[in-house]
């Protein structure tokens, strides 16, 4: 029997075949699609006034079909920037002190999960296996169900899911929970984010906790399980013995001029920890005399989401903090630390990653981060460098035997830690990075994508009758 046809709901789609462009998400994603054949589905990137009535925009990629919808620039400030950006990124992600509530952000981000819905809809095979991912679209399980699919249908949250005493925060958060109990399947980074989803279904909704990862809700049961995402780690550790690797990898050294060279690379966004990682180097340069001018810190920053003030306040932030602590400890030849907003190619990324001893993840809390992976999978095995990770981080769960982890909040343990790390004997190295290897080489994206679907492969395909009933009551929102 031939696979059923994967359907991939995301807020931006592709790419599927450039594989120097793509991150763990599509590398997982475009290898299923290819093999099954399907439709990948979301929004072009534009925004359109007349995009309430535009087409959808498809193009054709071998057995893969691209199809995407314009928002209109209300939506674009009330879906995106609003609802996802500015209330459910930073609660999500524990930081209430950021969230903005607006009722009219609300409604936008319900009207384009239902638009979406409605226009995806009628492409839809009642044998699809239909799976959404992230913050963007938890109602556009429940809008799909009211538009009459009644098919497999799974979710996948890419970031945390925070505490309910967190969660609850949000005004309609009720509404939130019950829409994801219209998904068969939901899927989370860690077992922490699952547990925390368990327990606001018990606790808020009176739900119970089943056997077999299942959660009860009412009359709905919906499987909630952990699949920790990875990268093509075979791909990427290629990509740092190649020739562009290589020059990017040399390139930095002839720079450092033999001091150990200690990158960070992440989005340009507070929950990554950039500022606070910059005063840990700091503290490392005020205490240890011995490494002023004897060390370089490399972070790479992307900027990201730029429209949002909190955004553009952080990267003033961090270039201040840099420019500061550099001003401080600068000699004539050594400047602390080079700040760079530029993209770079994965395979210019693996060189980086492969120039560096250490490397920095210290979010103040992530919901994977495919970087710590990245640079497990670019070290040389026979002098690899060391991974500073911070608890915070989801990736911590597969990677806490081999790494330093660190605190991001705490200048103290990140000066101690990269001590540690910068005078750290090879043969250690060696023993932590291979600790690291095993969970990165064989937890890959194809693996996460074919256990993810695997899992929905299984819910049975006729969904009880009670799961096509509206799922948003107006007595929920509180
Ligand atoms: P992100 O928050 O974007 O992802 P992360 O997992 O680290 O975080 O992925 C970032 C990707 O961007 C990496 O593949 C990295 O190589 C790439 N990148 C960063 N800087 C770059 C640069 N300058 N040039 C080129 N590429 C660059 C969200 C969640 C994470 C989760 C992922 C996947 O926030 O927690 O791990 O989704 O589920």
Redesign the pocket.
Known sequence: MSEPRLVVVSNRVGPLDDEG?A???AVGLADALRRRGGLWFGWSGDADEGALTGDIKTEQHGTTELATLDLTPEELDGFYLGYSNRSLWPLLHYRLDLVQFDRSFDATYRAVNKRFAERLAPRLRQDDLVWVH?YHFFTMGAELRQAGYLGRLGF?L???FCPPEVFTALPASHDLVRALLAYDLVGF?TETDRLNFVAFCVRELGGEALADDRVRVGDRIVRASAFP?G?DAEGFSRFAVSPEAGEHEEMLRDIAKGRPLVVG???L?Y??GIVERLLGFERLLETREEMRGGVNLLQ???L?RAELETYAELRTEMEATAGRVNGRFASLDWTPIQI???????R??AGIYRAARVCL?T?LR???????K?YVAAQDPGDPGVLLLSRF???RAELEEGALLVNPYNPDNLAEALQRALTMPKAERIRRHDAMRRPVFSGTATRWCESFLEALGAVPPDVPEEASAPLFKASDRH
Do not use: C, W, Y
């Not at 760079?340 to 994965?346: H, Y």
């Not at 992530?366 to 710590?372: C, I």
């Open positions: 462009k991150g763990g998400l992230d996948f890419h970031i945390p980074q995402i990268i690379v992440d989005r966004d929950t990554k790479i920053a992307p990201s760079m907003t530029t993209g770079f190619t994965r210019a990324l993840v979010p992530d919901g994977m981060n495919l970087v710590a990245e981080a989801g990736a």
